[in-house]
T-cell receptor
Framework: QKEVEQDPGPLSVPEGAIVSLNCTYSNSAFQYFMWYRQYSRKGPELLMYTYSSGNKEDGRFTAQVDKSSKYISLFIRDSQPSDSATYLCAMSLNTNAGKSTFGDGTTLTVKP | DAGVIQSPRHEVTEMGQEVTLRCKPISGHDYLFWYRQTMMRGLELLIYFNNNVPIDDSGMPEDRFSAKMPNASFSTLKIQPSEPRDSAVYFC??????????????FGEGSWLTVV
């Protein structure tokens, strides 16, 4: 079993829909939780970063962490075609994000 | 800032040949990471450096893989000899663990390697 499991997708939604992307993990020592967006043939870019449990909002994006359930989510409101990408969750034990364990990614397509 | 710069962007080589991938991190960053991304295994950390010193190479798959960072602005990942199963996208990333920047790492656009 992988340390980080991500809903595989792919996911296809109409423009304006609310999108929910999810990951579960097994290592309770993870403290830092990230979401990356990766456009086709590009490198991942950090979208959201959360420490420990709770919610964090940035514009149309909300990241949720539930450490008791070992479950994290990324919500995208009013989804746009430009949100079409692969979303990777990542988790780390400490502030060294480069040592994160990544999920396999969920590919999202937002149709106009 | 130009971001993390990788070269070549695309490489097609024959099995058994040596492959050298290059990376220029963002100026001022003190961490450099090499990753490999495949459909089967996702994104995997191969090795990382702090202040040009290799810290953790536990992700390097075999002795055929080696990485160096001779100075703060340049790193190489070498595969010798290459095999078809090395075909993947190789990403370089850099970061600065400052108190204000926290946990942000910046990825290059990747080197797409095909070994035939």
């Amino acid at each position: 079993q992988k340390e980080v499991e991500q809903d595989p997708g792919p996911l296809s939604v109409p423009e304006g829909a609310i999108v929910s992307l999810n990951c579960t993990y097994s290592n309770s020592a993870f403290q830092y939780f990230m979401w990356y967006r990766q456009y086709s043939r590009k490198g991942p870019e950090l979208l959201m970063y959360t420490y420990s449990s709770g919610n964090k909002e940035d514009g149309r994006f909300t990241a949720q962490v539930d450490k008791s359930s070992k479950y994290i989510s990324l919500f995208i409101r009013d989804s746009q075609p430009s949100d079409s990408a692969t979303y990777l969750c990542a988790m780390s034990l400490n502030t060294n994000a480069g040592k994160s364990t990544f999920g396999d990614g969920t590919t999202l397509t937002v149709k106009p | 800032d130009a971001g993390v710069i990788q070269s070549p962007r695309h490489e097609v080589t024959e099995m058994g040949q040596e492959v050298t991938l290059r990376c220029k991190p963002i100026s001022g960053h003190d961490y450099l990471f090499w990753y490999r991304q495949t459909m089967m295994r996702g994104l995997e950390l191969l090795i990382y450096f702090n202040n040009n010193v290799p810290i953790d190479d536990s992700g390097m798959p075999e002795d055929r893989f080696s990485a160096k960072m001779p100075n703060a602005s340049f790193s190489t990942l070498k595969i010798q000899p290459s095999e078809p199963r090395d075909s993947a996208v190789y990403f370089c990333a850099s970061s600065y663990l400052g108190r204000t920047t926290g946990n942000t790492i910046y990825f290059g656009e990747g080197s797409w390697l095909t070994v035939v």
